[in-house]
């Protein structure tokens, strides 16, 4: 049994279809990259993971299926998520932002707390701040540190570099690549930047349109350059 | 000149009370509860009937017309407002409706003449020349300790801090483990509370009548719309140009005068600053 497994999953915005037939699995301790251009359908398999749209197909959670769970019982369930709007809270300062994510993990706060602040000491730092001030790379770590308030097991991550300058998204990947390793989260990433998914993830499934076109290890892909080319446009 | 400022500060402070069960309403749902009056038109009416026709404690008709502002709050929520889901026109008009049914309920029950709400203290103090009834005085106090009770909730409280997330970011909530659902049932038992209590002053500093739900809804949309938005420091503020608004216009030009300038306010607004003087989604 996969820790993650994603069966014949089809979604809807309303009438209009998002997403059909994607079939993923993710094993304990994995990074898993789904990579894809613009408007592929990586946020909305993301959304469907944490039940905010409506699906058809299984999504199936150390053997649990998720279809039908709201987004609150998901999160209790152990899977954390860092949209790529980061839909933070404006008008809150950083440490009410981290706060809220520990609204189901409220006897975890501390150790949560003084891990975030180890991975992203910057935000111990300004904790007082209003998010709406602050930059892009700062709030990605805001929504971050507040998806790891909920004690998760699974991490969803979606476009963690987009408009984001290299420097940071190399931290970024020291961040993803800390969590995984040193506190063992399972962590699914969306990606455009197929240079970004490829040096982080184990295994890779290349979205497209709504449809998987693909899928590999980093190594099999890395090697099919045609394949690369034909969604990336060679980058 | 001082007896402006301190009939300002107590009116303001009562309005404050009255709009906060409807701006924590627009804040969460970005709608507007057209029936909100009706909650202080109960809530005055449940008092009067438990404290003057019973005759029992007027604190436990305070606290009758509380539970029953929350009961209303909940079966709002959960039978007009979450059928609807996000369709506020819908709501909007159907809790206009059901102010309107609750008033002939009232008339049927009670009567279609006003009835006075003897003062819950009685007496009246000096006050740096003014006189000041204890009915107002403690009224105003009580709004005062109740926002700052709410101000404290909002802030520091978990499910406080998850009504704030849901009035800033829906989605960021719901990935925050919080469920809308529920924090909209609280805040709408919450509202309910606050729009009895506000009923039970209200009516004694003016009077109990099937209409009395008007005035009061006038000065939450007003609050509202002037404000921009639904913070609880938001309201106080307007709360007070309102106030101090209506008690200049009553000393200085006419007392038949008292509401137009609240209205004209909400349309010079909505001209020349739609977006409110505050215009920030926060609670």
Known sequence: MSYLEIENLSAFYGKAQALTDISITVQPGEIVAV????????????????????????????????????????????????????????????????MVGA???????????????SLF??????????????????????????????????????????????????????????????YGLTVVITEQNANFALSLASRIYVLESGRMQTSGTADELRNDKRLLEAYFGGH | MLQILIQGLLLSGLYALIAMGFTLIFSIGRVLNLAYGAY?????????????????????????????????????YR????????????????????????????VLVFGDSSKILLPIVPGV???????????????TLISWAILLGLFAFVRLTHTGRAMQAVSMDAKGAAISGIDPDRINLITWGISGALGAIGGVFFASYTQLSPSMWVAPLIISVAVVIVGGIGSILGTLVVAHIIGFLEVIVVA????????????????GVLVTRPQGLFGREEL
């Open chain 1, 121 to 182: 000491p910057r935000l111990e730092e300004r904790e007082g701040q209003e998010t709406s001030t602050q930059s892009g790379g700062e709030r990605q770590m805001v929504s971050f540190g507040r998806a790891l308030m909920t004690s998760p097991e699974l991490l969803l991550v979606d476009e963690p570099t987009i408009g984001l300058a290299p420097k940071i998204c190399h931290e970024i990947a020291e961040v993803l690549r800390k969590l995984n390793k040193e």
């Open chain 2, 79 to 106: 039978l007009i407002v979450k059928t609807l889901k996000g369709d506020h026109v819908a709501v909007e008009i159907s809790t206009l409706i059901l102010a309107v049914v609750i008033q002939a309920g009232i």
């Open chain 1, 103 to 117: 609204f189901t993990a409220r006897d975890d706060i501390q150790s949560n707390l003084s891990m975030v602040h």
């Open chain 2, 40 to 76: 202080l038109m109960v809530g005055g009416y449940m008092y009067f009937w438990v404290s003057q026709t019973l005759g029992m404690p007027k604190l436990l008709g305070v606290a009758v017309a509380a539970v029953l502002g929350v009961l209303m709050g909940f079966l709002k």
């Open chain 2, 125 to 139: 103090i000096n006050v740096a020349g003014a006189s000041v009834t204890y009915n107002i005085l403690i009224a």
């Open chain 2, 252 to 267: 200085t030009l006419a007392p038949e005068l008292r509401g137009v300038f609240t209205m004209l306010l909400i349309i």
């Open chain 1, 35 to 98: 990579v894809g251009p613009n408007g592929a359908g990586k946020s909305t398999l993301l959304d469907s993971i944490m039940g905010l749209v409506k699906i058809d197909g299984d999504i199936r959670l150390r053997g649990h299926s998720l279809v039908g769970r709201t987004p609150s019982e998901i999160v209790r369930h152990g899977v954390g998520y860092a949209p790529e709007r980061f839909n933070l809270f404006p008008y809150m300062s950083v440490r009410d932002n981290l």
